[in-house]
DNA sequence: AGCTCTTCCTGAAAGC
DNA sequence: TGCTTTCAGGAAGAGC
């Protein structure tokens, strides 16, 4: 599931193949994932990719008219956001098309973007250039520039949960559920535990928590639980590095603790009992805590055939 | 202000 | 073996 560091590695991987190409055409699939592919199909095809940027967990690839296009429309940004399964990849044109792929953008260097999403939880706009920066307003801060004194302010004035602070994209921008749990392991927080409440070298703790684990995420480029792939369709590897994240039932690699599972903001979160104390918390429900009595099959490899 | 629940969607795993 | 049910999750909206 594409979070900030996969989002990231996609990014990276476009920025090599994107930049100075324009877009021919654009063919569409299935759109109820697109807000107006109409306004796309006419906007787009004329224009020359200048850019690529991140913005939480969006992609802005940014297009400005090609001075040799009868396009004028000026300048746009096309913004793509992955939801669970989406893929953005540079393949060629003849290349077999994979299943749930939904929009072709045709380059002028005879290549093709192609986005695909299986479960379409993703979302693709366009916004003329200078509505960006408005976008932008509506997002959270970036977890990896937001500095210590602003961190302590905009989390720890807070009166909810870790985990759901964590999980708002308005808040801090670019952090799911894999990266949340992770980060709250270690900063050594209990995830319903109420923002507000955190001491100030928790609070600092938690932010460095979550730096050095998705700086440290991007190094493996990303995880791959399920669908992710990054430009090029190659997987991530940080899944191996997961300290709790569906680890649940197995033991904590810190203390040995059994790893647990609970639902905090409506989402599976996963904690060692030993090494995130329960603290101070909000509305705790020891019935919401779970454990499974079979280990899950994580990915494909952990499956022995015999 | 903040919480829970629901909806969207598909495929894999679990359950029977 | 094969069919059915459950679950995963990002974001948005409803309702409390």
Redesign the pocket.
């Known amino acids: 599931?594409p979070?900030l560091p996969e989002v990231e590695t996609v990014v990276r991987g476009l920025r090599v193949s994107l930049p100075g190409r324009t877009i021919d055409e654009v063919r569409f699939g299935k759109t109820?994932f697109v807000d107006d592919p109409l306004l796309i199909s006419e906007r787009v095809p004329g224009l020359k990719i200048s850019s690529v940027t991140r913005h939480?967990?969006f992609i802005c690839i940014q297009l400005e008219p090609d001075s040799a296009s009868q396009n004028m429309s000026g300048g746009h940004c096309l913004i793509v956001?992955l939801?669970?399964t989406g893929q953005l990849t540079v393949t060629d044109p003849g290349a077999p098309v994979k299943?749930?792929t939904h929009v072709f953008f045709a380059l002028n260097d005879g290549r093709e973007l192609r986005y695909r999403d299986?479960?379409?939880?993703g979302r693709m706009l366009t916004l003329p250039a200078a509505g960006l920066a408005d976008f932008k307003k509506l997002l959270g801060k970036e977890p990896l520039e937001i500095g210590e004194e602003e961190f302590c302010q905009v989390i720890g004035s807070?009166?909810?949960?870790l985990k759901?602070l964590l999980?708002d994209?308005t808040v801090l921008c670019g952090v799911?559920?894999i990266y949340a749990d992770e980060s709250l392991f270690r900063a050594r927080l209990h995830p319903a535990r109420t923002a507000e409440k955190l001491k100030r070298e928790q609070l600092l703790a938690l932010r460095q928590a979550v730096r050095e684990v998705l700086e440290e995420a991007i190094r493996f480029r990303g995880s791959s639980i399920s669908d992710y792939r990054d430009s090029e369709g190659k997987s991530g590897t940080f899944q191996l590095q997961h300290r709790v994240y569906q680890r649940d039932g197995e033991p904590c690699l810190h203390c040995k603790s059994v790893i647990r599972r609970m639902i905090v903001?409506?989402?599976?979160t996963h904690f060692c009992p030993t090494c995130q104390p329960a603290g101070r918390t909000?509305?705790i429900s020891k019935k919401k805590t779970t454990q499974r009595t079979?280990p899950?099959?994580r990915n494909?490899k952990s499956k022995k055939s015999k």
Do not use: I, Y
């Open positions: 599931m979070e109820d939480g967990k956001h939801g669970m299943p749930h299986v479960r379409r939880f807070r009166r909810t949960r759901a999980l994209q799911g559920n903001a409506g989402r599976s909000r509305n079979r899950r099959v494909s």
